[in-house]
């Protein structure tokens, strides 16, 4: 009995001993080559997949089998591009000549700091009639346009590679010096380089491209008027120049008739020509389209039958004009426009299968102020639209600063009893004024009466010192909305303000209803412990038995 349980304690000690040196068992070598290709594509860099090699004989040109390549540099000076460009470039040749396609590809790499980083900035657009007034100033520097020009010479061959190698997907993500701009604007974006897509070879068609992102740090991009993306299905240009007379091309490329397929696109930081003013997508089989910063126009024209997202921001239009009946998640943020200019937006039909919308109103103005409540009146009659609306994300801009200050919401954007979950995000607007944000909530609140979940987020206010936590503003949460069917709260950026305090107490006097309210305290705050106890206090003693939960900047009550 006691030989056996003897036998039993060594085997257990001789399978937990380390082996004896060299005799290391590699188990990770021993796996299918499928599982160690899975594993070398999901490394970051591909120099580090090629230094596997040097591991053992098992390693040894397994990468060159992979199917998914990523190049990825640090920040690199004009010398270091050429020699990141000449290790791509020979990884790639090497690939070229054996049986194992690329299905996958992705490069990005950054310029050094000694460069200005412009090129990740939009110009400065003047939403007038003229849109554009580029500052005076002189031409960009030759080590920032040979570096330029190198990145631009280099992402050419890349896309040529792509095409000619049936590669499946392709990230280019550039981080590049950019220029002063000079005196006349058109100079400096027609004597910018740009990457050229209709300078892919004749004889090949990107057939097999399935995505592809393009984001050029800046470069100016030429557009084919031949090549088809057969079977293009997500597109991405990002942070790129269209020269003049360049706006025809990219609707063309963009539409069914150069991407047949294309169910995903996206436009940021896209410089346009002051003289194109028009840009009109029209796209069969779209779904989602997300345009940021893409500036200067003056129509934007959407007819996308199939489109059931789409995202707009920043984008400097006076005419929006959408025609898709099949739209389902809507995000307009509309750039402040300037007193001079008009903003309209034209939606063909009703939008019966919206359910989610994010848009910007604004709560007050000055009495005298221009534009006054037109700035509303597009975000307004987008929710007329949406007769099936669900789910509500409002950025709430315009805080009130005096008693003659106009309420912009009870005046204009009608009662919304089919919202059922509201999301308000106060904006930074109101940094300064830390206790003003409580009259433009109150006022939004008024539109509303079926909310089962509200989300109420804070930003930051730099004003909000050890002393101002009081407020002398309690008559902005007289209780004027209803929230009788209230049944989770999540409020976010808290302080521990009075403002705070009476806005949770007038919510709790109408939420009968209401079983979760869960606070975060911003923690760039120092917050008593104090302030603390007496939110905990309110909640626990508004009737029923609650139960509360605390972290150092979280605390959620249940009921």
Known sequence: ????????????RARLAPPP?????????????????????????????VRTGALSRRW?????????????????????????????NGVLARRSQSDCAIESLAISYAADNEHSSLGNRMPRFLCAWQRVIPPPCTIYTDSARKLMVASVDAVQGWIRYAVQHRVKSLDVDLSLPSAHRP????????KKPAVCLGDLPTSTSPVRLETMRLALGGAGLRLSTTVKFASLTVLSLENIEIPTGGVRHLVRFVSSASCPRLQKLSLKKICLDVLDDELRLEAQVLSELVMEHVQPLVWLKLRTPKLRVL?????SYELLSISAPRLEEVALFFQPRESSSYRWLDVDGDLPCVRRVKLCLWSHRHR?????????????????HCSFLTCLDVTLEGQKECELDVDMIKRRVPHLPQVTSLTINVSVMFVNKRHGFGASVASLLTRFNNLRHLSLNLPFFVDLQQNNFLCDHPNHWINEFSMGHLQEAELTGFAGTDCELWFIKAMLASAKRIHK?????????????????EFERLLLGSGGMWTSHRDTYTLTCIR
Request: contains cysteine.
């Open 1 to 12: 009995m006691d030989s056996t349980a003897d036998d039993l304690r060594d085997s257990k």
């Open 21 to 49: 040196p060299g005799d290391v068992v590699d188990r990770i070598s021993g796996l299918d080559d499928d599982v160690l290709l899975h594993i070398l594509s999901l490394v970051g860099d591909a120099r580090d997949a």
């Open 60 to 88: 040894l040109g397994l990468w060159t089998r992979v199917p998914a390549l990523r190049f990825a540099s640090r920040s690199v000076s004009t010398a270091d591009l050429e020699r990141f460009v000449s290790f791509v």
């Open 183 to 190: 005196k006349r604007w058109r100079d400096f974006v027609e």
């Open 311 to 315: 995202h707009i921001d920043q984008c």
């Open 368 to 384: 005298a102020s221009r534009p006054g409540e037109a700035e509303n009146d597009c975000s307004i009659l987008l929710l007329k």
């Open 517 to 533: 309210v869960a606070i975060s305290f911003n923690p760039y705050y120092s917050l008593p412990q104090s302030k603390m106890d």
